[in-house]
């Protein structure tokens, strides 16, 4: 067993110690890929609305060898979409750029092609939040129904008893928290509009994952 410059074990700092590589590794690079204009938007909505950095994204998606080496195989059952492309670059990793590079090579598959795949894989992803964001709507309609009965019975408080009375006052109490809530839920639905909107397949419609 190792032992450290003051004899103790090494294996008790498994992990502390950092290489020239490894460091290297996490450099930031940047690489050019030609993909369906629909499969671009699809990374940049996924990462805004779960408020990452694309590049962070990116990374997941590419970085691990054993996976993207099963991607490599789904993309070789993959018909490329004939449809516009555009060239992007992305920042990524060097460890992912060499990752992509290396399983690209070995499974002789041509990186624009695993990449589209890869990023294909947050599909599932944005079609489960697409379907929350039509269930927040519908759960927003509500509580607005609620708001509405509940400005109702203000009214009704304020006429019978007065604005001064004690009840009116705790009914008016709960009608504005409800009325601020509403408030932030449309907010909410506002950003994902955007998201909500987004045709994730695309024009082949390909299930891929």
Do not use: W
Request: proline fraction near 2%.
């Amino acid at each position: 067993m190792g032992k450290t410059k003051d004899g103790k074990n090494s294996s008790e700092y498994a992990g502390l110690f950092i290489s020239a590589e490894g460091l290297k590794g996490k450099q930031s690079v940047r690489a050019t890929f030609r993909l369906p204009i629909h499969v671009i938007e699809l990374l940049g909505i996924v990462a805004a609305h779960l408020n990452l950095k694309q590049k962070s994204l990116f990374d997941q998606l590419i970085e691990d060898v054993s996976v993207l080496d099963k991607v490599a195989k789904k993309a070789h059952e993959y018909s490329p979409e004939n449809g516009e492309r555009r060239q992007k670059t992305f920042v990524l990793s060097r460890r992912s750029l060499e990752v992509l590079d290396l399983v690209a090579r070995q499974q002789n598959i041509p990186r624009d092609v695993l990449v589209e795949v890869s990023i294909q894989r947050l599909l599932p992803v944005i079609d489960a939040e697409q379907q929350k964001q039509k269930n927040r709507a519908i759960l927003c309609k509500d509580l607005e129904s609620c708001l509405a009965q509940g400005e109702n019975l203000l009214r009704k408080a304020q006429s019978l008893l007065g604005e001064e009375d004690q009840v009116t006052e705790i009914m008016a109490e709960i009608v504005g928290i409800c009325a601020k809530k509403v408030s932030e839920l449309e907010s909410i639905i506002a950003r994902g509009q955007s998201m909500e909107r987004f045709d994730a397949h695309g024009k082949s419609g390909q299930e891929i994952f």
